[in-house]
């Protein structure tokens, strides 16, 4: 299981690679084509799983099970972030509100969901199945629909 997460997380940096740093136009049709032809077949259709090359996501992700993850495009995740399989990162749907904007060693459980323009801070651990709609300050741990402060270190 830890290859297939790698395997995404490699394609994603590739593609982001593409996007932001190849400026000279016809190598960056080239590589963006090549990068969308695996991302689909590798990523999307395998593992059902979308995370695009436009996102901005920090240093030593890991993507534990890589089954079922959507994140929007706009989002940003910042370094040392976990994810687990069936995490939804997005905007409250048809582009409308923003998206979340996630900090340093966020620890992100099954199934989770954070929707809307909100700030995840430093250090939070999000529990399975949590929905995420608000800010979630640093240091602390929620659960629940809709996701509640259980614990503040």
Known sequence: MEKCSQLVIMIYRFGNFVYYRVKIPVIRTILLTTYKLINLFFVKLTFNTELPAECKIGKNLVI??????????????????????????????????GVPHIGNNVNIGSGAALIGKIKIEDNVTIGAHSVVTNDVYENTTVVGVPAKVIKKN
């Not at 534990?64 to 905007?91: D, E, F, M, W």
């Open 64 to 97: 534990y099970h890589p089954y079922g993850i959507v994140v929007n495009k706009n989002v940003i995740i910042g370094a040392n972030v976990i994810l687990r399989h069936q995490t939804t990162i997005g905007n409250k749907g048809n582009g409308v509100g």
